[in-house]
């Protein structure tokens, strides 16, 4: 009974910054961990950043480690991944998701509300 939606996608250069937002709606979601995933074209998607429903702890792939950030606002409903120092492998489409649970995970099946993504693209 949460719905999610993403924002913020879009075309950037190869180091440069893109904030991503995952708004919910229907439900304040500050009890339900929420995790970013992407899917790049022929590829699986994949975990990226997980964050607990308080805030207190983040979980992160290494492949973005250190040039992504994971926050949320509770009052907002809204989660937020930064993106800095973008490479070309990052481009995929973005997904937000949600799950009934405070801790984060990165195992996309714990996840049961998705949204519709946001694409991404970072050209050379």
């Known amino acids: 009974q949460v719905q999610l939606v993403e924002s913020g996608g879009g075309l950037v250069q190869a180091g440069g910054s893109l904030r991503l937002s995952c708004t919910a709606s229907?439900?304040?979601?500050?009890?339900?961990?929420v995790g970013w995933f992407r899917q790049a074209p022929g590829k699986e998607r994949e975990f990226v950043q997980a964050i607990s429903g308080s805030g207190s702890s983040t979980i992160s792939a290494d492949s973005v480690k250190g040039r992504f950030t994971i926050s949320r606002d509770n009052a907002k409903n809204t989660v937020y991944l930064q993106m800095d120092s973008l490479k070309p492998d990052d481009t995929a489409i973005y997904y937000c998701a949600a799950r009934n649970e405070w801790s984060a995970s990165r195992y996309e099946i714990r996840y049961g509300y998705w949204g519709q993504g946001t694409q991404v693209i970072v050209s050379s």
């Open positions: 229907g439900r304040a979601f500050s009890g339900n961990a």
